[in-house]
């Protein structure tokens, strides 16, 4: 995905509004601007850094994971298929 699509970056232009609004001062519209950068990517980095503390936690349990669903199957699985009976004007 382009960064400009996962706002890691979005672009913004101070000319860019409504028909009708006016055209807001530089100022305070950059002021907000890299605060709202600021804010975003501080979450994502916030959000990434818990994602990693999970992760890292995970690799260093020295208890092996275990699902039922990962078992070994000991014996085989017949392989069930039901056929369809077309009846009526599908027929």
């Known amino acids: 995905m382009h960064p400009l699509q996962g706002e890691y970056l979005r672009r913004k232009l101070r000319r860019e509004r409504r028909a009708g609004l006016p055209r807001e001062a530089p100022l305070p519209f950059y002021a907000r601007r890299v605060r709202e950068v600021i ?44 056929e369809k009976v077309l009846t009526g004007v599908a027929a």
Do not use: G, S
């Open 39 to 82: 804010t975003t990517n501080a979450k994502l980095a916030a959000f990434y850094l818990y994602l990693h503390r999970i992760r890292r936690r995970v690799e260093r349990d020295p208890r092996p994971y275990t699902d039922p669903a990962l078992k070994p199957i000991d014996e085989p699985v017949p392989m069930c298929r039901k």
